[in-house]
Each structure stands twice: as C-alpha cells, then as structure tokens.
C-alpha cells in the first residue's frame, strides 16, 4: 500500500501503466529459482543414514 500511495499524481493512466508499474518494483522478489541441476546433484554420503539423507 505505502509503494501504491508513494506514486505521482497522475503517473498512471491506464491498467497497463499500473500492471508494468507494479512489475518493475516487486517482480525481482517473485522471480523463482531454477533449482533442477542442483537437486540432481544432491547425493547420499556413504556414512549417511537414509534418515539423515531424506
């Protein structure tokens, strides 16, 4: 709400303006990591318990 009321008078004229407005500040905390190639290279430690891997 303190970003939405923080905008200029009038710096938003249409839906779009709002959408790309809000996208530029928030977008970076929502971007989602691609954490395949990490998750294939987690491997089970020959001392670890099954338990412990999981």
């Known amino acids: 709400m303190r970003w939405f009321m923080g905008l ?3 710096s938003i ?8 407005a809000f996208l530029d500040k928030y977008q970076d905390y929502c ?5 395949k190639e990490e ?4 491997q089970q430690k020959e001392d670890e318990s099954v338990e412990n891997y999981l």
């Open 31 to 35: 971007k989602v990591r691609d954490r």
């Open 13 to 20: 004229h249409n839906w779009e303006e709002m959408e790309q």
């Open 39 to 42: 998750i294939f290279r987690i």
């Open 8 to 10: 200029s008078p009038n």
